[in-house]
């Protein structure tokens, strides 16, 4: 306990970033960034912004006033700030510096995680992020409507271990599976999508090139049926066939895939496509439950990450505002992993809010009660 005695929660909520630790060009790019901007240098900005974000600040001037706390002061190293300075620094800020952060961190966790094909899934969704085309007209899609497509991958362990681990962004207008190739790049790993993502050819070149999948099929999919595969009598949910297949028509068959029938508690019939034949059924129907989770994270960054509110207008401002929500989630997750509390992401996130400027054993002792 005696090593958090004094530093504060939010200090060590940022101390797994390193700055020194990024590559040589990223380095380049902070010094060519500090040149410029004397008072509010990139580990100010970068810090100040992340507070905002977690925070939940709606606006760069509610973010300046923000200042007004010594606290905050007393962290950041700065007195104050006018908002339009913040602005044209998040504009200007290289989305490749904080790509690189995302990565650094993502290989903390992952040491700290070890994911494998037995204990993990991937889930990968995606979620439309809303703007006004008035203020943003670079991301129109529709007629009176613009926005942006945050393509999520999460690592999925459990329902308290979840990360993401991947993401691109782009217009709202962009089609899913043209995103799937950039998302699906590690083999013999179990990736879990929606049917939104189902496209034969893609789901037969997964499959060649090592990568496990599971997920639904379209209601008016053909396929073509080899082997009924025994099922478990009682089950919940209930097991209505696991069967042998090829999907598509007798003239253009993929290669051959398992498809799992379920009865959902509604009484609602769903079907999952896999290439995972060691597990069971009702383990190929969990997998693809899991997939709630990663709604679950969307939601989460939308209403508690000030992702409902852009703090730019800008195509560089609303990126660099995402990436700095991806990183935000991984600080908060490495907090979990290090204090070993059995509390969940939101929880953490509440008690961080609370004591985010008190000593850290303070946190810890309400993360890890005695």
């Known amino acids: 306990m005696d090593k958090y005695k004094t530093i504060s929660a939010f200090n060590k909520w940022l101390s797994p970033i390193n700055l020194e630790k990024l590559s040589i060009f990223s380095k380049k790019s902070i010094s060519a ?28 001037r509610d973010l300046s006033t923000s200042l007004t706390l010594s606290p ?12 339009s300075q913040i602005s044209r620094s998040l504009n200007h800020l290289d989305s490749c510096i904080l790509e690189e952060i995302f990565q650094q961190l993502l290989v903390s966790v992952q040491e700290k995680t070890r994911p494998n094909k037995r204990n993990s899934l991937y889930l990968i969704d ?41 993401f691109t962004l782009t217009n709202a207008k962009e089609h899913d599976v043209n995103q799937l190739e950039l998302l699906v790049d590690q083999a013999e790993a179990t990736y879990v999508f929606d049917r939104g993502y189902l496209d034969f050819d893609r789901m037969d070149q997964l499959h060649h090139e090592g990568y496990f999948f599971v997920t639904r099929i379209k209601k008016n999919t053909k396929y073509h049926i080899f082997e009924d595969f025994e099922t478990p ?50 383990e190929v129907s969990q997998a693809y439950k899991s997939r709630w989770q990663i709604e679950l994270f969307f939601k989460h960054i939308k209403q508690h990450m000030t992702i409902k509110n852009f703090f730019s207008q800008s195509e560089s401002g609303v990126h660099n505002q995402l990436i700095l929500s991806m990183i935000a989630a991984l ?20 008690l961080f809010r609370y004591a985010i400027f008190h000593p850290f054993e303070e946190l810890f002792c309400l993360l890890v009660p005695s």
């Open 233 to 282: 009598s009682e089950t919940v949910p209930q097991i209505i066939s696991d069967q042998h297949v090829a999907l598509g028509s007798k003239t253009t068959l993929t290669s051959r895939f398992r498809l799992v029938t379920i009865e959902d508690e509604k009484g609602k019939q769903l079907q999952f496509i896999t290439n995972r034949f060691d597990l069971s059924a009702s």
């Open 331 to 350: 600080l908060t997750f490495l907090i979990k992993v290090k204090t070993k509390t059995v509390k969940s992401i939101f929880q953490i996130k509440r």
């Open 33 to 60: 960034f500090d040149a410029y901007r004397k008072k509010l240098d990139f580990k100010a900005l970068l810090s100040l912004l992340l507070y905002g974000v977690n925070e939940e600040r709606e606006s760069l």
């Open 126 to 166: 995606s979620s439309t992020f809303s703007l006004s085309k008035k203020r943003h007209p670079w991301a129109a899609f529709r007629k009176t409507k613009s926005g942006v497509q945050l393509h999520l991958k999460l690592c999925f362990m459990n329902d308290e271990t979840l990360y993401p681990t991947d």
């Open 72 to 83: 905050l002061q007393k962290e950041i190293g700065l007195e104050s700030i006018s908002y």
